[in-house]
């Protein structure tokens, strides 16, 4: 049986663009496992660049997320700081009758701190709280395998369908960069 290679937007610091180069040309270019979209050197695409937050928000996802089921949430030791991440997120997220929100994966880069490490506020409100039975996202550590990260994109995908009355997204766009 054929694997179903999904479109993932890509969304990560650019502190962390070597290790997600690697990411895609290892997953994406060599093991075929997904189509990588987004912004970055391993990706084809134009950088928005604008003033306007929700001229930037409705480029990113005309040219990026209307042409994805999945993001991918590459986690690195600062990703939790940065704006343009929360504001992916936001998107990722965005649902109605003409919009489906993206399947939702983190996946910790080699960097990211053993003890210690933060995940973005926005992509946490979707991670399974205290009393909580489920939840929309899941995270992985840097895969070991093809088949892993397959199985995972695939189980993302599918909470497009089954999940998404669990989707947390109330949370007001973060206006700037914080500290890390």
């Not at 040309?25 to 990706?43: C, K, V």
């Not at 997320?65 to 998107?91: H, I, K, P």
């Not at 080699?110 to 009393?131: A, I, T, V």
Request: aromatic share 10%; net charge positive.
């Amino acid at each position: 049986m054929a694997v179903v290679r999904r479109k993932c937007f890509i969304s990560y610091h650019h502190a962390d663009q070597r290790e997600v180069d690697q990411f895609i040309r290892d997953f994406d270019h060599e093991a075929d496992t997904f189509i990588a979209r987004g912004l970055g050197n391993e990706m084809p695409g134009e950088v928005v660049q604008s003033a306007s937050t929700d001229y930037v928000m409705r480029r990113i996802r005309e040219l990026y997320l209307s042409n994805s089921t999945v993001t991918l949430l590459m986690l690195g030791r600062c990703t939790w700081a940065r704006r343009y991440v929360d504001w992916e997120l936001q998107a990722s997220l965005r649902q109605g009758e003409t919009i489906s929100p993206n399947g939702l994966l983190g996946i910790k880069l080699p960097s990211y701190p053993e003890q210690g490490g933060y995940f973005p506020k926005r992509f946490n409100d979707n991670l399974r709280g205290e009393g909580q039975a489920d939840c929309y996202a899941r995270h992985m550590k840097y895969p070991t395998s093809t088949q892993s990260l397959v199985t995972a994109i695939e189980a993302a995908f599918q909470r497009r369908q089954t999940h998404t009355h669990l989707i947390v997204n109330p949370r007001e766009r973060m206006h700037n960069n914080r500290q890390c």
